[in-house]
T-cell receptor
Framework: DVKVTQSSRYLVKRTGEKVFLECVQD?????MFWYRQDPGLGLRLIYF???????EKGDIPEGYSVSREKKERFSLILESASTNQTSMYLC???????????FGSGTRLTVV | DAKTTQPTSMDCAEGRAANLPCNHS???????VYWYRQIHSQGPQYIIH???NNETNEMASLIITEDRKSSTLILPHATLRDTAVYYC?????????????FGQGTRLTINP
């Protein structure tokens, strides 16, 4: 089975901290995505990447950056965490030309 | 913006067929219908997709009307583990990374 692994299930950080969320997939997928999920707002795309070192902004990129130095790893970076970035963060990957995304289990981030 | 309309919630008895409707009246000719589900505290999981023909896999069946303006996801023998939020999504199949646009979905509860 395709596995998308997110490094932390729960994370608590302080306002102003730099936060790294890590995502690793083991099926050689070209495409990787970061979404956040909030009650009443559904899933919203933050950033995605279609190749190593390539990145594209999604719908809500402000306050975030990403890094894709290796094909299997896609990192989401909160440069200076704020309380409005408290959310569930979901990583996904897909193979070009196929129909489905595979999601990780999510990281619930709380910024205090 | 999501292009689909789904009921907010539904109930179904364990062992019965669960039929989840989705309206997508503005679907264009090259857009596919996808279904995902999200079990509590997990990432979304791909279920099935279709273009115009009915589709069946080990998880579910997808019935698409002839005019393609609506579809129904059928879980033939629902179990308690099928309790989840079910998302109906329409999008084009194109090469490369393509984001998913999730609406609010249908919260399906399977009752013993």
């Amino acid at each position: 089975d395709v596995k998308v692994t997110q490094s932390s299930r729960y994370l608590v950080k302080r306002t102003g901290e730099k936060v790294f969320l890590e995502c690793v997939q083991d099926m050689d997928h070209e495409n990787m995505f970061w979404y956040r999920q909030d009650p009443g707002l559904g899933l919203r795309l933050i950033y995605f990447s279609y190749d190593v070192k390539m990145k594209e902004k999604g719908d809500i990129p402000e306050g975030y950056s990403v890094s894709r130095e290796k094909k299997e790893r896609f990192s989401l970076i909160l440069e200076s965490a704020s309380t409005n970035q408290t959310s569930m963060y979901l990583c996904a990957s897909s193979l070009t030309g196929t129909h489905d995304h595979t999601f990780g289990s999510g990281t619930r981030l709380t910024v205090v | 913006d999501a292009k689909t309309t789904q009921p907010t919630s539904m109930d179904c008895a364990e062992g019965r067929a669960a039929n989840l409707p989705c309206n997508h009246s503005t679907i264009s000719g090259n857009e596919y219908v996808y279904w995902y589900r999200q079990i509590h505290s997990q990432g979304p999981q791909y279920i099935i997709h279709g273009l115009k023909n009915n589709e069946t896999n080990e998880m579910a069946s997808l019935i698409i009307t002839e005019d393609r303006k609506s579809s129904t996801l059928i879980l033939p023998h629902a179990t308690l583990r099928d309790t989840a939020v079910y998302y109906c999504i329409v999008r084009e199949r194109i090469q490369g990374a393509q984001k998913l646009v999730f609406g609010q979905g249908t919260r399906l509860t399977i009752n013993p």
